[in-house]
């Protein structure tokens, strides 16, 4: 009788494993698989003055990525993965990728930011360089299926996900008694999203609360004063604010050439 659980693989899991992002929750969903992980996280990579960091983003060569490749490369030879999986990997050179290659080991690359689409985001160079030496790429956008598969390069198309330990229903069903949030928006002010709210705010006059430090950098005074607007919501003050609100809207972020936006997964969760 075949085991309805995946064949335990020795996987390196590189990916930046900040506390709240979503790479954690991969990581640890392969933990829950029953998988051997290791995990190199490259956060404490990000280190430096704003300055050091604008050009460790936009230009990912150098003395900017070499102590990053040294130890990913350390740590291969030492743990003698089966899989290197790299969630967004911008810093890695293609020396690096034949060598993890010589190791034995496959590459995976997991990438939900769009590095083909219109929005430029300056990360990009690196991964522009090695991009076509991974073993298996998992594709988010249908955009993306005419340029990896006229490439000749392997991929399978899957879902956005959310991680039922953080997206789950409150044990017992709020009434609207129970939610003290109208119309709610928990994100970034993006592309669209200020002017669709303040036109739900003010000429709707329907009480619209957002959610996140960044608009206090797109709006004005007066038009913070047409919402009800909280702070960052981490992790499960997230998943409290969506519980609260009688109405929870997300969007697609059109320069990222999104299907759907991760954020519908999670509310949907």
Same mark, same amino acid.
């Given at each position: =009788?075949?085991?309805?659980?995946? *064949?335990?693989?020795?996987?390196?899991?590189?990916?930046?494993?900040?506390?709240?992002?979503?790479?954690?929750?991969?990581?640890?969903?392969?933990? !829950?698989?029953?998988? &051997?992980?290791?995990?190199? @996280?490259?956060?404490?990579?990000?280190?430096?003055?704003?300055?050091?960091? #604008?050009?460790?983003?936009?230009?990912?060569?150098?003395?900017?990525v070499s102590r990053i490749n040294h130890d990913l490369l350390k740590t291969v030879a030492d743990y003698r993965?089966?899989?290197? #999986?790299?969630?967004?990997? /911008?810093?890695?050179?293609?020396?690096?990728?034949?060598?993890?290659?010589?190791?034995?080991? +496959?590459?995976?690359?997991?990438?939900? $930011?769009?590095?083909?689409?219109?929005? &430029?985001?300056?990360? #990009?160079?690196?991964?522009?360089?090695?991009? *076509? =030496?991974?073993?298996?790429?998992?594709?988010? *956008?249908?955009?993306?299926?005419? !340029?990896?598969? +006229?490439?000749?390069?392997?991929?399978?198309?899957? =879902?956005?996900?959310?991680?039922? +330990?953080?997206?789950?229903?409150?044990? /017992?069903?709020?009434?609207?008694?129970?939610?003290? !949030?109208?119309?709610?928006?928990?994100?970034?002010?993006?592309?669209q999203r200020p002017a669709f709210l303040l036109k739900l705010?003010?000429?709707?006059?329907?009480?619209?609360?957002? @959610?996140?430090?960044? #608009?206090?950098?797109?709006?004005?005074?007066?038009?913070?004063?047409?919402?009800?607007?909280?702070?960052?919501?981490?992790?499960? +003050?997230?998943?409290?604010?969506?519980?609260?609100?009688?109405?929870?809207?997300?969007? /697609?972020?059109?320069? &990222?050439?999104? $299907?759907?936006?991760?954020?519908?997964?999670?509310?949907?969760?």
């Open positions: =009788m075949s085991s309805s659980f995946p *064949r335990v693989r020795r996987i390196l899991y590189v990916g930046d494993l900040s506390e709240g992002g979503t790479c954690l929750q991969r990581l640890k969903s392969f933990n !829950r698989l029953g998988q &051997n992980v290791r995990p190199l @996280n490259i956060q404490p990579y990000k280190t430096g003055g704003r300055a050091i960091n #604008w050009l460790r983003y936009r230009y990912p060569f150098g003395p900017f993965p089966d899989v290197v #999986w790299f969630d967004k990997p /911008v810093s890695f050179t293609a020396e690096t990728m034949h060598t993890i290659k010589k190791a034995g080991a +496959q590459i995976a690359f997991y990438v939900q $930011d769009a590095p083909f689409g219109p929005r &430029n985001d300056g990360c #990009w160079r690196q991964f522009m360089r090695v991009y *076509r =030496m991974a073993d298996l790429h998992c594709l988010f *956008r249908e955009a993306d299926i005419p !340029r990896y598969s +006229q490439q000749g390069l392997p991929y399978i198309k899957i =879902m956005l996900s959310f991680d039922p +330990q953080l997206h789950f229903p409150p044990e /017992v069903a709020l009434g609207d008694s129970g939610r003290d !949030r109208g119309v709610s928006y928990i994100g970034f002010p993006y592309e705010a003010r000429d709707y006059r329907l009480p619209v609360h957002i @959610n996140g430090d960044r #608009w206090l950098r797109v709006l004005t005074k007066d038009e913070l004063g047409e919402f009800i607007h909280g702070e960052y919501l981490p992790q499960g +003050q997230y998943r409290s604010g969506i519980w609260r609100s009688k109405i929870n809207l997300s969007f /697609v972020t059109e320069a &990222n050439e999104e $299907d759907i936006a991760h954020k519908a997964v999670e509310i949907a969760g």
